[in-house]
């Protein structure tokens, strides 16, 4: 076996579920889980048809690099979206079958496991980045993410030393779990310590499409690097998926798109990999990409969502909208992982202990302290949980 599969820690929900191992909820009360971000408002009716449309095409082999329409459709968003000059769909664009699966594969693909490689990201974090690194041969560096520095990494503190070593930097922005959303100058900063110390960045950007402010929509990667004058995206590389933005997780449909040469390697590693996006899925996704309606519709939800949850939380459970996403990261009265217990025991309510999402270190995990709460069921049923939630703050 692969000696590197003893470095991974148990996936979150493994963690979770030993936790509750034991606890009996309380029978009084449906279920309610706040523990996974699914998305579970309906998927968009004219998707739903072209997939339907389009399912004659089981009886054919996907190429990997994706039908021409498809790359077409997400460089069009692209340049929308963020002001991009010209996306060439030829060369920049690359769809995959779903962000976590590419996240995992372009570690394997970019790392050179001959050379000691450090590969950074944020402390807490997706838990891909690190499985994708440790597997590859890496050595994983984590960078705290602490309210007391907006909930972005500082990456002031990161030694010369350890960017010169660097292979990879993971990064997300609009972060999960937080919500914080990484501005302008920082991603600038970024991109101009790869071109000086030689590393890639792989910007996760799937909830940018979640976001507060209707007239100030994250800032992106690739964004940052049109800023700086250069269009080649040259070591830069970006993420996006229609599980968020879209309520399509179950379609496992996104993208990767920047450096033409990384994306070249990238594909050929990805023919060998054999993991092309069914066509009927393809299809589908051309029509997902190409609407904005759906979108907007989306992010209103979830400002009515937060607004509602905010409001009945009051001053039990002080907590702030984040900037983007669709979770909430209040710090807790009690240990999280005891919170997340008891309030499952007496509830019968699932929250994610945030220590589960981060490791530690000399400063302690930063995601001691707080749960994740995705606010991804209907409304009704977020307002019933912040009203347990509330009910359960005030009996400690």
């Known amino acids: ?77 692209l340049e929308k979206r963020f002001q991009l000059a010209a996306v060439d769909e030829e060369s920049q664009v690359l769809p995959v079958t779903g962000t976590r699966e590419a996240l995992f594969a372009f570690g394997q693909a970019v790392i050179n496991r001959s050379r000691s490689p450090l590969v950074l990201g944020p402390n807490p974090f997706y838990q891909i980045y690190e499985g994708a690194s440790l597997l590859a041969g890496a050595e994983m560096g984590l960078l705290d993410c602490r309210g007391d520095n907006g909930f972005i990494p500082d990456f002031d503190r990161v030694s010369d030393g350890d960017w010169q070593r660097c292979q990879l930097l993971f990064i997300c922005t609009p972060g999960n779990p937080t919500g914080a959303v990484m501005p302008l100058p920082v991603l600038r900063q970024l991109v101009e310590l790869a071109q000086r110390h030689d590393f890639i960045i792989a910007s996760d950007e799937c909830y940018s499409e979640i976001y507060a402010d209707e007239t100030q929509p994250p800032p992106g990667l690739l964004q940052a690097c049109e800023s700086l004058g250069m269009d080649d995206y040259r070591r830069c590389v970006v993420f996006h998926s229609l599980s968020k933005r879209s309520n399509l997780p179950g379609l496992r449909s996104g993208f990767v798109a920047g450096d033409q040469q990384v994306l070249k390697a990238f594909l050929r590693y990805r023919t060998y990999h054999g993991c092309a996006m069914p066509l009927q899925h393809q299809w589908a996704s051309v029509a997902a990409w190409s609407d904005e309606d759906h979108v907007r519709h989306n992010r209103e939800l979830y400002r009515q969502k937060f607004a509602a949850v905010i409001d009945i939380l009051g001053n039990s459970l002080p907590v702030e909208s984040p900037a983007a996403s669709f979770y909430l990261w209040p710090r807790t009265p009690i240990a999280d992982t005891e919170f997340a217990r008891e309030l499952y025991r007496r509830e019968h309510l699932t929250v994610l202990p945030g220590r589960y999402l981060g490791r530690d270190n000399s400063r302690g995990n930063p995601g001691e302290s707080h749960v994740r709460m995705a606010l991804v069921a209907e409304q009704a049923q977020c307002e019933a949980a912040a009203q347990r939630i509330r009910r359960f703050c005030e009996s400690l």
């Not at 579920?17 to 996974?36: E, K």
């Open 1 to 77: 076996m692969n000696p590197d599969l003893e470095r991974l820690q148990p996936y979150p929900f493994e963690k979770l579920h030993r936790l509750f191992a034991d606890v009996t909820p309380n029978a009084d009360l449906p279920a309610i889980s706040l523990g996974i971000g699914e998305p579970q408002h309906p998927s968009p009716d004219f998707v739903v048809e072209a997939l339907r449309a389009n399912l004659g095409l089981l009886a054919k082999y996907p190429a990997t690099r994706g039908i021409p329409e498809l790359r077409q459709a997400i460089a069009r968003w």
